[in-house]
């Protein structure tokens, strides 16, 4: 029953901020409309976001254990239900990046929280395994019912920004989830010792990028949330000017690219057993190619004439999202990987790494995309994720070669072990 409980505020606190998070792409489309901000300067909402993530993760890994999971979680939920309280009263496009930037920092303790109290409630890399996916699975469908939780609130005949009203909703929301998690049975956890200052944990942090494998992997890293962020950031926008759908129809499909990235996640699994998993991320990046050299030509010859429901929407703005399908293995794949490479005393490290470079990633797909989908239209925005997308083909190659030969050391110094 303890355990349970304790799942479930874990859960809950996963679902909330994946709605959180996965607006950014929604909040920017309705920013451009409701307070006339630019392009590039509503894609700053995506630094607000990840730029905290990535700085508070790194600080509160040492300092949590001192204040305690359910503290720490509690105290940010509380934080970020105040936050969204304040939003639709003040209603103005800088209370927007204070929203991020709190939701950011708290989605960084919560990350680090979860991640830790999964180790305490499993016991057994399957079970471990096991709970971990069903988390990330919460995750992918609090994604997906915050695009229609966003939509039910854009009220497509007024330029006011009504649609900010979605925040009492998010506010209350993270009320209960404080609540929950503070009737939960999680337990302090026993004092650590501390042995490295926050400054040295950093700097054997960076220590770690000399090494060429995790060179080639912090690229693959940075471009693959690159790609994810600059489609999925962007993909309501370009709905809505591109293929001229209106707000909430536009919003409601980018729904797709969320349920497509759960699909790819789950399907990937299962053909991952029998499969290596290079063949699998070389396939899925030439798909991804071919749907944006497929699709973006049929965005050019869509026909303007108004759009009423979701159903009457053109054939192209449900095939553009399938990119998701195949976007979505390679992510958790590399990662995978490069961990089962390094020894378990260098994990915490390199799960700092992935977070800052992962969040530096997104911060920049979405810039650029969005200064040149402003400077030169949208097609030419997404057509742009072809290149890093051919970078990634070759990290992938070096990545293999490396994975490959760093595994096959450890072999032989395990064997050797064994003998002597």
Known sequence: MNRARIILAMAASYFLFAILLNSVGTVILQSIHSFNVSKAEAATLEAF??????????????????????????????????????????????????????????????????YALVGQVTEGSNQHSSLLNFIEGVFMLGVLGGYWVFAA??????????????????????????????????????????TESPLQAFLSMLKLVAKPLVLVFVISAFLYVLIEQSIGTWLPTFNNEILALPVDISVQITSVFAACLALGRLGAGAILTKVHWYIVLNVCVFAMAALVLLTLPMTELVDQTPIQSLFDAPLVAFLMPLIGLFMAPIYPVINSVMLSSLPTTQHAAMTGLIVVFSALGGSTGSMITGIVFEQFGGQQAFYGALVPMAIIVVCLFFFKIMSDSTKLAQDKANLQHEVS
């Open 153 to 194: 609130f854009i009220d497509t005949s007024t330029l006011e920004p009504s649609w900010l009203h979605v925040y009492f909703v998010l506010a209350v929301l993270s009320a209960i989830t404080a609540f929950i998690v503070w009737i939960s049975p999680i337990a302090k956890p026993e004092r650590q010792q501390v």
């Open 49 to 114: 976001k990840d730029l905290p993530i990535a700085i508070v993760s790194f600080l509160v890994a040492s300092f949590i254990p001192r204040v305690g999971f359910k503290i720490a979680l509690t105290l940010v939920l509380v934080l970020v239900s105040l936050v969204c309280a304040l939003t639709p009263i003040i209603a103005e496009f800088w209370v927007l990046k204070l929203v991020f930037a709190a939701v950011g920092s708290a989605f960084a303790v919560v990350k680090v929280s979860v």
